[in-house]
């Protein structure tokens, strides 16, 4: 193992990502095939048309990135693949294509949790200047959850303090935009529309979690759950507030003709959504994403003090959004918190970061044998 270079494979949802990244930090290649245009029409990820549109992909990316960074299939130290959570027919390509790989070449394979890879971006650019413990917020389509991370020797340990009790910020973004037919995914339209309107036009309320959460814990939460240390999320009263405001101020009308004028586009571009966006709309998107960031960074703040951490990363899709960037920095400099995000491109799903992921794994010898499998529903621990 010369110099750890390690391809990543990525395949938990609708991106298929191949990337080489060398010593855990070098990213020789990062390339990602977007599925944005198979699941528009269906305002949201269709898993059968997901392991599809991988199944078509993952060889052409894996080339590429291979071809990008220089590297061949001979050249890698290791194979390092998406285990879960994630979609299981989709995680299922990337791991059966990286065992056939690590099996034919006689390289180590490591399996990587996606949670850890999101936090493991933030490291590609970071590394030198973290200190421990590191509080994280994964803040993505599929989760809304905070880890207090440690690392010892090279073994990265995770202690879940939090999580949303419904839906995932990012999908309730991609949910109110589906409501208000701006397009898909509609965390990154939203976030290019709500600057132009009003933040503080509508009111919102989000549910505060004022009992531990006992489903599906293990030992670390029951400990939250007895010391009463819990910031959890829930994000579908929003999304039910927006529908409400919409039909009572019979918003319906200019939605529906907004979906009928982007339909006719093939690829509307963010100012053919604003032509067709009213000030009531744009003012709505604005006070909607204030309100959600406004959330996410108080409770994290909280949990920050509470666990005294040193440092805060914030990554996943929803990590990218720029008001958030902007709330969580002013934030974390009040208390002095040193705040930490990857680059966007870092922050959407991508395999660069389950390559940066696997490389304390690379080093600790910590591979996987052939008959390990794609888990949908695997924790971060
Ligand atoms: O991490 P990611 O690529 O995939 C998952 O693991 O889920 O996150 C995708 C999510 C989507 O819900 C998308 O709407 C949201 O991240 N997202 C954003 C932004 N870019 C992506 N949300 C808000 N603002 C953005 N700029
Ligand atoms: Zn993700």
New binding site residues.
Partial sequence: MPDGTILGIET??D?TGAAVVRAGRDILSNVVASQIAAHQPFGGVVPELASREHLRAIVPVVRQALAEAGESYASVDAIAVTQGPGLAGALLVGISFAKALSFALDKPLIAVN?LEG?IHAVLLDHRQEMNFPVLALVV????THLYVAEVDANLWSYRNIGHTRDDAA??A??KVAKLLALGY????I??RLAPQGDPLAVKFQISQMKHPDRRNFGKAAEQNVQTGLHFDFSYSGIKTAVLRYVETQNMKASIDARRAALAGIAEPTIEDVLKVCDRQTLDLVASFQRTMVNDLAAKTLAAAQEYDVQTLIVS???A???ELRLTFTREANKCDLPVFFPSSML???NAAMIAAAAYPKLLRHDFVAMNFSAEAGLALR
């Fill in positions: 938990s949802c991106e996606h999101h993505s389509g599929g989760h990012g999908e973004f991609d995914p509609g965390g990154p939203i976030d996943g899709g929803v990218a959004n720029q922050s959407t799903d």
